[in-house]
Nanobody, 121 residues
Framework: QVQLVESGGGMVQAGGSLRLSCAAS????????MGWYRQAPGKQRELVAT???????NYVESVKGRFTISRDNAKNTVYLQMNRLKPEDTAIYYC???????????????WGQGTQVTVSS
């Protein structure tokens, strides 16, 4: 199977920056899309940003121009650089990956355990 391990969360003041990392390990042939989602208290989990293996990116409108998603395919790692953070960015951030275990298999969806990001005003 596959494990996704996130790091980089924490507490920061509004206007500050954090960088999240998520490393995938296990039985990996290749990884298609990778992404970050977040869930604030009392709210549904929402997509923050995704990136394909070819580098195409997609962002939720509220983070455009402030967050940047990137990945290192050789390390099976995805990053989320978060700048100009706002209190409304406070949430648990989850990493997601679409993983192929072999060339003939369908991709499987995996999630990290989540990392807390807290932005104080």
């Amino acid at each position: 199977q596959v494990q996704l391990v996130e790091s980089g969360g924490g507490m920061v003041q509004a206007g500050g920056s954090l960088r999240l990392s998520c490393a995938a390990s296990g039985t990996i042939f290749s990884i298609n899309a990778m992404g970050w989602y977040r869930q604030a208290p009392g709210k549904q989990r929402e997509l923050v940003a995704t990136i394909t293996s070819g580098g195409s990116t997609n962002y939720v409108e509220s983070v455009k121009g402030r967050f940047t998603i990137s990945r290192d395919n050789a390390k099976n790692t995805v990053y989320l650089q978060m700048n100009r953070l706002k209190p409304e960015d406070t949430a648990i951030y989850y990493c997601n990956a679409d993983v192929y275990h072999s060339w003939w298999s369908r991709p499987n969806d995996y999630w990290g355990q989540g990392t807390q990001v807290t932005v104080s005003s």
